[in-house]
Structures are given as C-alpha cells and as structure tokens.
C-alpha cells in the first residue's frame, strides 16, 4: 500500500504545474473491475503535439470463496512508466505505447487450485484507440503484451502453503487489456 500511496504523490506533484488546456489526463480501465475487482489509475502528461508521458498504478488486494469455500484471487500490485505515441494529436485517434512495469502478484484458484506467487519485471507495448465523447472526457480500448523475468514460488493451494516449485522464468503476457474512461484536462 505504501508503493501505492507514493506513486500518487508522485504523480500528484508532476502534475501540479501550471497546466495548460487538455495537456493532463487521468484515467482508469473498467475492465480491470470486472477481473476480481481490480482498480486502475493512470496519469497522462502531454510533451508535444505526438508525446505524452504515462505513469500508472494497479491494484488487487481481494479475496472470494465460492460456494464450495475455495478460495479465488488475482491479487496483484503493479506500478508503470513509460510513453505513448499519437500521429494525430495527443489524447485522440489511434496511439502506439511502449512502458517499463513492475508486478508483485498472487493468483490461484481460478481454474484449479495452484495458487502462482512472485515478482515480474519487465517491458510492454500496446496500441489502442482513444475516442473524444466531449471537451474532457474520452473512452479508450487498447490492447498489448509485456514481457521480462518473473521470480515466482507455485503452491498446492492458497491456504495450504505447501511449495510445489520455485524459480525464475522469461515471461510473455498480454496486458493493457483496456475499456478506459478519460478525464482530460
């Protein structure tokens, strides 16, 4: 929660300065919600008429029991930084992105009991499109994969703590899967 809680400070000084019309953006993906609750934020800062500067936050800290009592999470905490290319103009049309991220997460239960736990570090791209609904709000979908190392630990269940294996492995994932909502200012 404190990695949390300092990212937004960070971004909330980056973005205090004098800004000028539609040069900031935050955002979140609704579709993150649907996946076990999980919350998003992302900040945008114009640099040019094609640049914007990105730095963003995800969060995961649910738990659920099925009807059967097992349990089911996709807990994570992810924190991003990086860049995004518009060839029209900044927070409209069709955009390219590239960003350096990093995930602590714990997942399992959802399709078998194997609960997957550790660390990931990495690069990403992603692509998407960003549709102008008025002056400050906008929707955007987008979709990208990301890729580095993942140190992990795999356990028989969540609640048992009985290690099956432990190591380190190159990772490919799909990421920014996203239906986002956009407040430009």
Not at 81 to 96: D, E, K, M, N, V
Request: a positive charge.
């Amino acid at each position: 929660m404190k990695y949390f809680r300092l990212l937004l400070f960070v971004l909330m000084l980056a973005l205090s300065r004098q800004a000028s019309a539609q040069n900031c953006s935050m955002s979140t993906n609704l579709a993150g919600y649907a996946w076990y609750g999980t919350m998003g934020v992302e900040a945008g800062l114009g640099l040019a008429q094609h640049w914007t500067a990105t730095a963003g936050a995800v969060y995961n800290p649910f738990s659920y029991r099925n009807d059967e009592g097992a349990i089911r999470q996709s807990k994570q905490r992810t924190f991003s930084a990086g860049a995004r290319f518009w060839p029209w103009h900044i927070f409209s049309g069709w955009w390219l992105a590239g960003k350096a991220q990093y995930q602590e997460y714990n997942e399992g239960g959802i399709k078998s009991p194997i609960t997957h736990e550790g660390d990931r570090l990495g690069a990403g791209v992603s692509t998407g499109y960003t549709y102008m609904l008025g002056q400050h709000f906008n929707i955007e979908v987008g979709v990208g994969v990301w890729s580095g190392f993942d140190k992990y630990v795999i356990y028989a269940c969540p609640e048992c703590g009985r290690r099956i294996d432990k190591g380190g492995k190159v990772f490919l994932l799909p990421n920014d899967i996203a239906l986002s909502v956009s407040y430009v200012f």
